[in-house]
């Protein structure tokens, strides 16, 4: 079973460029997130999609966009990238009040 | 706005002991959830707990949930260094259909 697949693995962007990090799972799960993993921070919630069609905030949506284009895909936009967005980003989904499935992670810095 | 801290942030200790890793949270949840993560790697769900007095065990680790006082444990048993990696605890908002997550405890077992 593929699980929470993400792409990219890995990115490097310079300061102002545009990207999209898609995530698509396959266990017909209802909530999918966004997070970001910085040193000593732990995970930090960037937005949710709690069901297709809805989407909300996390602790640090600023900077970010999200779609929830069905029920596998959730994609998180970084309009115009800036520094402080290097961070390790990673795509969960859940069935609903049950344990958070991961990605494997994107690694991305921006220059 | 639901604070989740985990304490000690980092551990070392040597192969054979016991220890346990603290998860306090700020207000009313409905459950719990350890993670594992190794280094370069995704997080791997270890338990889930939902009831005041649940303790769950699998091998060396068992974990604890006190809702009343707000705590939840890790304790490890006669550690071994595969038990080396990053241990996250992440707390349920009540109502909602998201997680937010401890800063981590790297635990670094010794031979």
């Known amino acids: 079973n593929a699980g929470v697949t993400q792409t990219p693995k890995f990115q490097v962007l310079k300061t102002g460029q545009s990207m999209t990090l898609q995530c698509a799972q396959d266990m017909n799960h209802n909530s999918m997130y966004w997070y970001r993993q910085d040193p000593g921070m732990g995970l930090r919630l960037i937005y949710y999609?709690?069901?297709?069609?809805?989407?909300d905030k996390g602790e640090v949506p600023n900077g970010y966009n999200v779609s929830r284009l069905n029920k596998r895909e959730f994609s998180l936009r970084l309009e115009s990238a800036a520094p402080s967005q290097t961070s390790v980003y990673f795509c969960?989904?859940?069935?609903?009040?049950?344990?958070?499935?991961f990605g494997s992670g994107t690694q991305l810095s921006v220059l | 706005e639901l604070k989740v801290e985990q304490n000690p942030l980092f551990l070392s200790m040597q192969e054979g002991k016991n220890y346990t890793i603290y998860c306090n949270y700020s207000?009313?949840?409905?459950?719990l959830y350890w993670y594992r993560q190794d280094p370069g790697k995704s997080l791997e769900s270890l338990f889930v707990l939902l009831s005041n007095g649940a303790v769950k065990q699998e091998g060396r680790l068992m974990a604890s949930l006190d809702t009343k006082a707000r705590l939840s444990t890790l304790h490890i048993t006669a550690a071994v260094h595969d038990l080396s990696a990053t241990y996250f605890c992440?707390?349920?908002?009540?109502?909602?259909?998201?997680?937010?997550f401890g800063q981590g405890t790297r635990l670094t077992i010794n031979p």
């Open positions: 992440a707390v349920g908002i009540q109502g909602a259909q998201k997680l937010v």
């Open positions: 999609s709690a069901s297709e069609g809805t989407t």
């Open positions: 969960a989904s859940t069935r609903g009040g049950s344990e958070l499935f």
């Open positions: 207000t009313t949840s409905d459950r």
